[in-house]
């Protein structure tokens, strides 16, 4: 019976020591994030899982090269008022035109074959005929981590050149250094 007293003695102990009025950690970028993003008080807006989704996919602990980025994105979400988001999916997301460019930015920053590839397909689908779309963003999708500074490269170059829908003449160079580079 005294152990057992003891017991619940020691856990009174260790949890009044613990407690404190205020979260003892400083806040992180992600939370800063989430903060400044999950405004539309929707149904699916878990703060923890924000959190957990920014370290992975944004955040400058992550992509330190894109602090500056990623700095600009938060600053413009702070600066919206609540009434900017609304729910999508049943999460808070800005209303469109808000903060667009910016994230666009950030995006190129952290990964930058996949979003340059996206919009090489899409531009490819607005402007050529019998172009399967899906095919195209499917290979952004599943392009590795090889060869990233080729490929930013080439594809910068079929964005600043696109005339037509094949490689463009300036960029053949760049699409021979990226084969070479893919298959040796």
Same mark, same amino acid.
């Given at each position: ?99 667009? @460019? ?76 990226? @084969? ?5």
């Amino acid at each position: 019976m005294q152990s057992g007293s003891l017991g619940v003695a020691m856990l009174a102990v260790f949890c009044l020591a613990g407690c404190e009025d205020e979260y003892s950690l400083a806040p992180t970028p992600c939370d800063d994030y989430c903060l400044a993003t999950q405004r539309a008080g929707c149904p699916d807006d878990w703060p923890d899982d924000c959190v957990r989704n920014c370290e992975f996919t944004v955040s400058p602990t992550s992509y330190p090269d894109c602090a500056d980025e990623f700095a600009s994105l938060l600053g413009c979400y702070q600066a919206l008022s609540d009434r900017e988001f609304t729910c999508e999916f049943d999460e808070s997301t800005p209303l469109p035109g808000r903060c667009e @460019s910016e994230e666009e930015t950030l995006n190129f920053c952290t990964n930058p074959v996949l979003h340059r590839c996206n919009e090489l397909c899409g531009r490819w689908n607005d402007r050529c005929e019998n172009f399967d779309p899906n095919i195209c963003f499917q290979s952004c999708s599943s392009s590795g981590d090889e060869c990233v500074n080729e490929r930013v490269r080439w594809l910068d170059c079929e964005l600043a050149h696109m005339t037509a829908c094949e490689t463009s003449l300036p960029c053949e160079a760049l699409s021979f250094e990226l @084969s070479i580079c893919l298959y040796s």
